[in-house]
């Protein structure tokens, strides 16, 4: 299976949250990006998007 | 029910649809302008004394104006960071989605199908309830901190 590019994918997603845990000061955890996300109305709608989009794909089958 | 058919995609949008009704409502719920909390805080007061929880607490001293610059700036790039990172998995999503075969290029719901399709009952039905339990709070404003 061609599960290299997934890893890369989640690496970097990882990695992100690592470097927001060790560097602290100003970069923002995964939280944080989601919070202010939703603090808009075009950041709702693409979570909300992407919600559906989960859960389409998973569960309709 | 066939993948992604009529059927079983009618049932997972009625499902988002009423997680996101109920959202709606739960949030119309817990506004302000309804929190007993709120009412009883700013009852007497005029509005330029209320409570205001997003103001800087006085008499705590200013930042120096070099670190907020390099919060800032760590901040633009952690976020520019982030934006990279889901877009590589959208990249990745979309690249083995239009290749074949599936058994070679796994898509995202073909690799969680391994673990959360038809035949896992009790994962499945645990991973329903957290995809619905997220679809109660993605849609909401986030409440602001005290």
Redesign the interface.
């Known amino acids: 299976?061609?599960?290299v590019?997934?890893l890369?994918?989640a690496g970097?997603?990882g990695?992100?949250e690592v470097?927001?845990r060790r560097?602290r000061?100003?970069?923002?955890t995964?939280a944080q990006?989601l919070?202010?996300a939703?603090?808009h109305l075009a950041g709702?709608l693409v979570?909300?998007i992407g919600?559906?989009w989960?859960?389409?794909?998973?569960?309709?089958? | 029910m066939p993948p992604f058919g009529i059927e079983s995609s009618a049932v997972t949008f009625s499902v988002a649809a009423t997680v996101l009704a109920m959202s709606a409502v739960l949030a119309h719920r817990s506004s302000p302008a309804l929190d007993w909390r709120v009412r009883e805080a700013s009852f007497g007061q005029s509005p330029d004394r209320a409570p205001t929880p997003d103001r800087a607490p006085v008499g705590l001293p200013a930042r120096l104006p070099a670190e907020a610059i390099r919060d800032t700036s760590m901040r633009l790039s952690g976020t520019i960071a982030w934006m990279l990172a889901a877009l590589v998995f959208v990249a990745v999503e979309l690249w083995e989605l239009f290749h074949a075969p599936r058994s070679t290029y796994p898509t995202l719901s073909s690799l969680a199908n391994e673990v959360l399709g038809p035949g896992h009952r009790v994962v499945r039905a645990v991973a329903f309830m957290c995809w619905g339990a997220c679809g109660l709070i993605v849609p909401s404003r986030p409440s602001r901190r005290a």
């Open positions: 299976m061609n599960i590019l997934w890369v994918a970097a997603l990695a992100c470097a927001s560097i000061r100003g970069w923002p995964a990006v919070r202010s939703r603090g709702r979570l909300v919600w559906v989960l859960g389409w794909h998973v569960f309709a089958r």
